[in-house]
């Protein structure tokens, strides 16, 4: 079965609009495990727009399920992670400019700090998961690392306005996925996806984790975080098995 990652984050940049204690990501958290979730996923960026210290420590403490930090690989924020000890750590690019990720990490040419957060991750025992484009060369670069994962971006995917373009972009990504099973790494994938576009991505074969957060969040603004989470899993299960 492929297990549903829920992204937090947007509940803290609702709280972070007035700079109060709620509404709480901490709870959010609690209430997403209840709908299904099987992993809870926050970013901790350098400019601290949403997610702060504080919420990567009590969630550590409070969450139940797979514990998913997505970072740079900046030092200061790797250092967190290490005393965090999350069960897995998901490596992405970040530039301060940028609404949300525009596209993944640039690892052909094993760049030093890629390869050093990788490093002392690793060493502590955390999963390592690389947030890649699906293209092949990068895929063979993040296997001669010796990850434990890639995460397929989908972004592209999402965007796509009309069928053609959406076609070749599911195609790109089913053929990275391929890549990445090949290489007996795990496959999870997300970015951009939402309750009408993530059925293709959910059946692609052997995918493992999807992680989701703007659109869950948004339904979660009007139907609740339980429901929204509960309707988003038996999407990608129905998907998944078909």
């Known amino acids: 079965m492929i297990e549903l990652g829920v992204n937090i984050d947007h509940i803290a940049t609702i709280r972070q609009a007035?700079?109060?204690?709620?509404?709480?990501?901490?709870?959010a958290a609690m209430l997403a495990q209840l709908g299904g979730?099987?992993?809870?996923t926050v970013h901790l960026r350098e400019d601290r727009r949403h997610i702060q210290d504080r919420d990567i420590r009590v969630?550590?403490?409070?969450?139940?399920?797979?514990y998913n930090f997505e970072l740079s690989c900046a030092a200061e924020i790797v250092s967190i992670a290490v005393d965090?000890?999350?069960?897995?750590a998901t490596l992405v690019p970040e530039r301060r400019e940028e609404v949300t990720t525009e596209g993944g990490l640039d690892v052909t040419n094993n760049p030093p700090r890629v390869v050093e957060a990788i490093e002392r991750l690793t060493a502590i025992g955390v999963d390592v998961c690389l947030f890649l484009d699906?293209?092949?060369?990068?895929?063979?670069?993040?296997?001669?690392?010796?990850?434990?994962?890639?995460?397929?971006?989908?972004g592209q995917y999402a965007l796509a306005t009309q069928k053609s373009e959406r076609d070749y972009q599911l195609k790109r990504l089913q053929e990275a996925s391929a890549a990445i099973v090949a290489h007996k790494m795990q496959l999870h994938a997300g970015h951009g996806l939402t309750y009408h576009n993530v059925g293709p991505i959910a059946a692609i074969p052997n995918m493992r984790e999807l992680n989701i957060?703007?659109?869950?969040?948004?339904r979660a603004?009007?139907?609740?975080?339980?429901?929204?989470?509960?309707?988003?899993?038996?999407?990608?299960t129905t998907a998944a098995t078909r």
């Not at 007035?18 to 709870?27: C, G, K, S």
């Not at 969630?59 to 797979?66: D, G, I």
């Not at 957060?213 to 948004?218: F, M, R």
């Open 213 to 218: 957060g703007h659109s869950i969040i948004s």
């Open 18 to 27: 007035r700079r109060t204690n709620e509404p709480d990501p901490v709870a």
């Open 37 to 40: 979730a099987d992993g809870i």
């Open 221 to 236: 603004v009007l139907v609740g975080m339980r429901d929204a989470v509960s309707e988003m899993k038996r999407l990608i």
């Open 59 to 66: 969630l550590r403490e409070t969450v139940t399920v797979k």
């Open 134 to 154: 699906p293209d092949t060369q990068q895929i063979d670069a993040a296997a001669a690392l010796g990850v434990y994962a890639i995460e397929l971006h989908t």
């Open 84 to 88: 965090c000890k999350p069960q897995q």
